[in-house]
Nanobody
Framework: QVQLVESGGGLVQAGGSLRLSCAAS????????MGWFRQAPGKEREFVVG????????YYAGSLKGRFTISREPAKNTVYLQMTSLKPEDTAVYYC???????????????WGQGTQVTVSS
């Protein structure tokens, strides 16, 4: 069964940094674009950032570019989300996702992880 497993969430103070990891099965990682969504309490799930299958193209939500960086490491079947200058508004459950291409990733991913909690305190 194809699985995506997130890790690295936790509690940080505003202005701090955190790196999330998403470990994927070989089939999922090699054949799909990868990315991250988040869902804050009381809000809809939103797209954060995605990266193409080759790793050459990255897509960011407008206000997050410059603070969040996505990368993928094929040798470990892992995609990362490096978050800096964190704000309380970034508090959410962060989900790893995979889709056939970058456009599909933003609207209806094929696979989801179970999520990892990120909490940013004032």
């Amino acid at each position: 069964q194809v699985q995506l497993v997130e890790s690295g969430g936790g509690l940080v103070q505003a202005g701090g940094s955190l790196r999330l990891s998403c470990a994927a099965s070989e089939r999922t990682f090699s054949g799909y674009a990868m990315g991250w969504f988040r869902q804050a309490p009381g809000k809809e799930r939103e797209f954060v950032v995605g990266i193409s299958r080759s790793g050459s193209i990255r897509y960011y939500a407008g206000s997050l570019k410059g603070r969040f960086t996505i990368s993928r490491e094929p040798a470990k079947n892992t995609v990362y989300l490096q978050m800096t200058s964190l704000k309380p508004e970034d508090t959410a459950v962060y989900y790893c996702a995979a889709a056939e291409d970058s456009n599909q990733l933003q609207i209806d991913p094929d696979y989801w992880g179970q999520g990892t909690q990120v909490t940013v305190s004032s």
